[in-house]
Nanobody
Framework: QVQLVESGGGLVQPGGSLRLSCAAS????????VGWYRQAPGNQRELVAA???????NYGESVKGRFTISRDNAKNTVYLQMNSPKPEDTAIYYC????????????????WGQGTQVTVSS
């Protein structure tokens, strides 16, 4: 499995902005589909956004129009731009990648990284 490290989390005010990074090492992820996921206490992990190897994107309903996923293949990194975050966006955010788009969309991974905590609060 691809080695990925999430970063960029922190405390952000409602209506602010934050950019998360998902950096890959050891493997060129140009041909991989990548997803951002989140898990809040007491909730199941859910898909936030996904980007295919060709750059097509898919978003969870609750973040459409506010979050943007993008990738920089030269930097082997995928980003999640969070605009106008809401308190309900508070969660640990994870990224993961696979050559199978179905695995990314269904979050059917055998292992996860440590994630990065995002807290939206005034």
């Amino acid at each position: 499995q691809v080695q990925l490290v999430e970063s960029g989390g922190g405390l952000v005010q409602p209506g602010g902005s934050l950019r998360l990074s998902c950096a890959a090492s050891g493997t060129n992820i140009t041909t991989y589909h990548v997803g951002w996921y989140r898990q809040a206490p007491g909730n199941q992990r859910e898909l936030v956004a996904a980007i295919t190897s060709r750059g097509y994107t898919n978003y969870g309903e609750s973040v459409k129009g506010r979050f943007t996923i993008s990738r920089d293949n030269a930097k082997n990194t995928v980003y999640l731009q969070m605009n106008s975050p809401k308190p309900e966006d508070t969660a640990i955010y994870y990224c993961n990648a696979d050559l199978s788009e179905e695995i990314v969309l269904w979050a059917d991974f055998s292992s996860w990284g440590q994630g990065t905590q995002v807290t939206v609060s005034s």
